[in-house]
């Protein structure tokens, strides 16, 4: 069993930047290829970014140069940071953690934080 914890939300300017976290108990957190998803009010969760276990990523056309997304082992982290944030960004974000080595959809995920408001203003 994995808990995951987000954090670094909150309002920002458009061009603005914002880092999320998400911490994760266990002692296996490195084996996990680690995601971050985004759903806004009224629409699907999508997907943003994941880092495999073996730190490959990968990232949605949407945010693809201005989101980088990372991992420290040593303290069961995983990191959003995000740049150039435009309005249509703002959503709740979600932290997921997945056994599959790869994994871009949210069926793949097996473990979920409680998500972190991100709100863009224009």
């Known amino acids: 069993q994995v808990q995951l914890v987000e954090s670094g939300g909150g309002l920002v300017q458009a061009g603005g930047s914002l880092r999320l976290s998400c911490v994760a108990s266990?002692?296996?957190?490195?084996?996990?290829?680690m995601g971050w998803f985004r759903q806004a009010p009224g629409k699907e969760r999508e997907f943003v970014a994941a880092?495999?276990?073996?730190?490959?990523?990968y990232y949605a056309d949407s945010v693809k140069g201005r989101f980088v997304i990372s991992r420290d082992n040593a303290k069961n982290m995983v990191y959003l940071q995000m740049n150039s944030l435009k309005p249509a960004d703002t959503a709740v974000y979600y932290c997921?953690?997945?056994?599959?080595?790869?994994?871009?959809?949210?069926?793949?995920?097996?473990?979920w934080g409680q998500g972190t408001q991100v709100t863009v203003s224009s």
């Open positions: 880092i495999s276990r073996f730190s490959s990523t």
């Open positions: 266990g002692r296996t957190f490195s084996r996990y290829t």
């Open positions: 997921a953690a997945a056994v599959s080595v790869i994994a871009t959809t949210s069926p793949a995920y097996d473990y």
